[in-house]
């Protein structure tokens, strides 16, 4: 497909591209010219949502993802086009125009013929219908003439969403209204009545919105505080059951007491320890004599050593157990004054030989003793006294586990406490602030707007043309047949020895086709001219040319009338035999008075229809009978070859290619076989089998004729099949 023949076909529709326009035109005009003037009113609201001015102290906006603020945008012109918020507009347009003498557009042929009483009831309706925010309903019979009376006034929310427009400005703050209507009061009343109770309904869905949250969220708070409070409810109650004060203290306290025993304990055994070695090592250096002597001598005093040392010992663990309290130390610090004194009383005896020189020894001896006996009875205070503490460290690890699981369910109930109470906090600040939709431009009533029409009808054409065009190139898009030569070579792959156009008048007087002057008539014969110097160089020496085609009336007849006309130009002498026994057209145009039936079965010869003239004719009576049936092989080619000897060329009609039976008899007497294709058509499989036909017939078909042809220019060239 090429530009050129699309504008060629655009060229040969020029009247369907002109005359189409003109009638969408007159259409739309006919259509506009009643329609009636508009007037335009613009509000615009504020939302807050990109605003800094007017951001509270506490929100969180400012830092909202910009898709965010798109989706509350959207959600905002969303709910704007709701049905509620267009039937409360619908309530409030019908009662200004029940309640007023004059209404905000022309009223309706129906409104018209209300009654008083008709009117009372619908506005009474319509008042509650607004009071309550409620939707006629279509089971109501009442609510359905209602209904028809909206849409009579165009009040109804369907008319109204249609030309209200709601946009969001750029990337701004602020949602634009336009509403475009016949009346400027109406629209600038639709306008402002929509914007008001949108924020009236807006406000009311987020109030109650926020009071749900909020008396939800403190529901959910009086319970988690419940919760915590019976977790410290149970805490205190076991503290008190098991007089547990501080568990924490008191395991510190009784930690730091058993350290401190078990460092005693360990201090106390070196003492002992010690003791023994220096005593051992005193006794040692006694001999048995010595200590017989200061044992009897020490008998009293010892008994009075070892009651003090008794005393002693019981002051001791009482001072132990006492956690070291002072009174006990003062009472042990008192008997341990005793003792030393008894001790030294001991000391002013003779107990010791005078000429014994051991009195050192014995009293080092006699202290020690004391010694080791207080710390012996120490020990056995502090393991006693250990073996409590571990005793009651003991018993506070159960109370341990049982407290720590009460704090670490108090801990949890106070974090979800504090949680809930900080959403409620946050809750109840928002419920308290205002609404951040506002009414920044009330509507005015606008201007005439420019009228439409003209518009409209330069559209209308415009839109039309367009659309012809495009129908038209799908047409050309879609169409496969062969409209030029060189379709035609390259689709069958066969040589066209040329093409001949469309004619718009009959062709039977050639001699004045070959005379005229005109343009046509020159084409016409250069064109004919081209294709008896391709069929001349084609024929080579031979005379019998066949003529047929694929299917009938491609203009067959009109060539082979044209061609022999054409070679008698020449001077050529011309045989022309119409072998068309289906229809034999030539016998019908020249009314020959010999035919080809009679010239094969030897009823005629031939000189009874040879000539001077530079074209004779053989006609045929035609029927449903085929060449062969006539006469034998052999006594056609004896015919043919008597012919040729009297005739520079042979030019035979035969039948198309559809009959080919009776076609291709004709092919076996013929020596070359010129085909005619008419153009704008579509190779069917049928066709093409036929064209495969042709090809095997190698050098014997010369090539096609494209006939009929509307948008071809003249070319005195051969046009080659596509190699």
């Known amino acids: ?296 001598a020490m008998v009293k005093v010892n008994q009075e050593i070892i009651i003090v040392k008794e005393q002693v010992k019981l002051a001791n663990d009482e001072y132990i157990q006492s956690n070291y309290d002072s009174k006990y130390k003062q009472k042990l610090d008192s008997l341990r004054t005793i003792l030393v004194t008894k001790i030294n009383e001991s000391t002013d005896k003779y107990i010791v030989n005078p000429l014994a020189a051991k009195q050192n020894l014995v009293l080092q001896k006699i202290g020690l003793e004391v010694n080791l006996d207080i710390a012996t009875y120490s020990v056995q205070s502090l393991e006693s006294e250990l073996i409590k503490l571990n005793k009651k460290f003991d018993e506070l690890v159960p109370h341990e586990a049982v407290i720590q699981a009460y704090e670490t369910s108090i801990d949890f109930a106070s974090k979800e406490y504090i949680e809930i109470l900080k959403k409620y906090n946050e809750t109840s600040l928002e419920s308290s602030q205002t609404i951040q939709l506002r009414l920044v431009e009330i509507a005015m009533p606008g201007g005439l707007q420019p009228s439409k029409k003209s518009l409209l009808i330069i559209l209308s054409g415009v839109i039309s043309l367009i659309l012809c065009m495009v129908v038209l190139f799908v047409l050309f898009y879609l169409d496969d047949s062969v409209k030029v030569a060189k379709e035609l070579a390259n689709k069958t792959e066969i040589t066209v020895l040329g093409f001949l156009p469309m004619i718009k008048k009959t062709l039977l007087n050639l001699q004045e086709i070959w005379n005229e002057d005109l343009t046509a008539s020159i084409e016409y014969r250069n064109l004919l001219r081209d294709i008896r110097f391709e069929i001349e160089t084609g024929m080579q020496a031979s005379k019998v040319l066949l003529i047929n085609s694929i299917n009938p009336k491609e203009g067959k007849t009109i060539l082979v009338l044209s061609l022999a006309y054409a070679y008698s130009r020449v001077n050529k002498k011309v045989l022309l035999i119409d072998g068309n026994f289906v229809d034999p057209k030539i016998t019908e145009i020249v009314q020959p008075v010999c035919f ?128």
């Open 1 to 296: 497909m090429e530009l050129s023949n699309f504008i060629k076909l655009l060229k040969r529709q020029k009247y369907t591209l002109i005359f189409v326009p003109l009638l969408a035109i007159a259409i739309t005009y006919f259509l506009v010219r009643k329609m009636p003037d508009s007037y335009t009113s613009k509000a615009r609201i504020g939302t807050g949502l990109v605003d800094q001015s007017q951001q509270s102290v506490l929100g969180n906006q400012a830092d909202a993802q910009e898709s965010k603020i798109n989706q509350q945008f959207a959600n905002l012109i969303q709910m704007m086009q709701l049905k509620k918020v267009y039937d409360q507009v619908s309530y409030q347009l019908i009662l200004h125009d029940l309640t007023n003498d004059t209404s905000l557009r022309k009223p309706s042929k129906l409104f018209k013929e209300l009654p008083e009483n008709a009117k009372k009831h619908a506005k009474e309706i319509f008042t509650e219908l607004y009071r309550t925010r409620s939707s006629l309903q279509p089971t109501i019979d009442d609510h359905v003439g209602l209904k028809k009376v909206l849409i009579s006034m165009g009040y109804d929310d369907e008319t109204l969403r249609k030309k209200m427009v709601v946009y969001r400005v750029n990337n701004s703050d602020y949602i634009d209204i336009e509403f475009e209507s016949d009346s400027p009061l109406f629209s600038a009343f639709a306008i402002n009545t929509l914007c008001k109770e949108f924020i009236n309904y807006y406000t009311d869905v987020v109030k109650l919105s926020q009071l749900r949250a909020v008396n939800f969220l403190d529901s959910i708070l009086q319970q988690k505080k419940a919760i915590m409070d019976r977790q410290m409810s149970l805490l205190k109650n076991y503290k008190i059951d098991n007089r547990v004060l501080n568990l924490n203290e008191q395991a510190k306290s009784l930690y730091g007491q058993l350290a401190d025993f078990e460092t005693r304990k360990e201090i106390t055994e070196k003492d002992i320890l010690a003791y023994k070695g220096a005593l051992k090592n005193i006794d040692a250096k006694f001999n048995p004599q010595d200590r017989q002597f200061i044992e009897s």
């Open 596 to 723: 080809l039936e009679d010239y094969l079965e030897n009823k005629i010869t031939c000189s009874e229809f040879l000539t001077k003239e530079p074209i004779d004719v053989l006609g045929s009576r035609g029927g449903d009978v085929s060449l062969l049936e006539i006469a034998n092989e052999n006594n056609i080619q004896q015919k043919l070859s008597e012919l040729k000897s009297h005739y520079d060329i042979i030019i035979i009609e035969a039948s198309a290619l559809n009959y080919l039976n009776k076609s291709k008899e004709w092919i076996l007497f013929s020596d070359k076989i010129l085909s005619v294709f008419q153009a704008n058509q579509t190779i069917t499989l049928v066709k093409q089998q036929h064209i495969n036909y042709l090809k095997s017939l190698d050098n014997k078909f010369i090539g096609w004729v494209l006939n009929k042809v509307t948008n071809e220019k003249v070319k005195f060239k051969k046009t080659k099949k596509k190699k």
